[in-house]
């Protein structure tokens, strides 16, 4: 249901784009976020937009580096990141809920995932 692509190797200091489709429903009212998983650690909340794509939220180590927004026509999501760092590597999935959470493993929907590895 939700599709994501973008991911890939990178080195430090470099950009990627991540892209998140619907795909056999519509998300258009819910929320979208990202949602990375480090390996051996817990999902962890990276950004997420509402419904309207207004009033983005990031986590601190997003902040300044990414930016997450959405085009409701496409019924898609995308995370642009910039100045990446070897600790962002990480799956990045996306994920949709009603309503607007960083608590990460609360979300309700999920894509597959995508690998994104920066190297120094």
């Known amino acids: 249901q939700l599709v994501e692509s973008g991911g890939g190797s990178v080195q430090a200091g470099g950009s990627l784009r991540l892209s998140c489709a619907a795909s056999?429903?519509?998300?258009?009212?819910?929320?979208w976020a990202w949602i990375r998983r480090i390996s051996g650690r817990e999902r962890e909340f990276v950004a997420g937009?509402?419904?309207?794509?207004?009033?983005?939220v990031y986590s601190d180590s997003a902040k300044g580096r990414f930016t997450i927004s959405r085009d409701n026509a496409l019924d898609t999501m995308y995370l642009q990141m910039s100045g990446l760092k070897p600790e962002d590597t990480a799956i990045y999935y996306c994920?949709?809920?009603?309503?607007?959470?960083?608590?990460?493993?609360?979300?309700?929907?999920w894509g597959q995932g995508t690998q994104v590895t920066v190297s120094s």
């Open positions: 994920a949709a809920r009603r309503t607007l959470s960083t608590i990460g493993r609360s979300y309700d929907y």
């Open positions: 056999g429903r519509t998300f258009k009212s819910f929320a």
């Open positions: 937009i509402g419904p309207s794509g207004t009033n983005p």
